[in-house]
């Protein structure tokens, strides 16, 4: 009996959670696939993506940060820069408040554990330094202080903001996401 010469069955192997959307992208050799734990996967139909276990790897991974709420500054709260100081400082002093502030965020509460949520920032000469959102030990998933707090290249506290947010719930609100796969 004659055997065809392509594989009877492919797999496609990444995604953990229940597959809700299967397409394909650019001129039909991309496949775009997103789970139910908002993980997206690219993958490229050419020999190169099949690993010498036996399936396709995607050729890129993504997760879509999805939530069914936004957060809403409270204005009669007073959001307020607490570093760097208003006033200009000479390098000395600026580093002494520096290190000042840095053990009054011990005090505040905030400092240690998980950040809330993290990433990157760019600096004016191009370095990149690192930003994290904290929150407040006393706030509540529904009213909470946070502090935005942002580090420099060689780990130099730049800037620390506090302000008070509540949660509001989305209502009949739809996502729709466009995904660029050119780059």
């Known amino acids: 009996r004659d055997m065809p010469s392509f594989p009877a069955r492919e ?7 229940r597959v809700l959307f299967l397409g394909s992208a650019g001129d039909g050799t991309t496949i775009v696939t997103m789970d139910a734990e908002s993980v997206i996967c690219t993958w490229v139909y050419r020999p190169e993506s099949f690993s010498s276990l036996g399936w396709y790897m ?20 007073g959001n307020e820069v607490l570093f760097p100081p208003a006033k200009k400082l000479k390098p000395e002093a ?11 965020m011990l005090s505040m509460g905030i400092r240690g554990g998980q950040p809330k949520s993290a990433g990157a920032w760019k600096d004016l000469q191009g370095r990149f330094g690192r930003f994290e959102v904290r ?27 506090v302000s008070r947010v509540r949660m509001i719930p989305l209502q009949g609100a739809a996502l729709k996401v466009k995904v660029d796969y050119s780059k």
């Open 11 to 17: 797999y496609f192997v990444k995604h953990k959670a």
């Open 94 to 104: 600026l580093q002494t408040a520096r290190e000042e502030h840095l053990e009054s």
């Open 135 to 161: 929150v407040s030990e006393d706030s509540t998933e529904d009213d909470m202080v946070q502090h935005m707090v942002r580090f420099d290249a060689d780990e130099v506290l730049q800037y620390h903001r």
């Open 58 to 77: 995607p050729d890129k991974v993504r997760r879509l940060n999805v939530a069914d709420f936004a957060l809403e500054e409270d204005d009669s709260f």
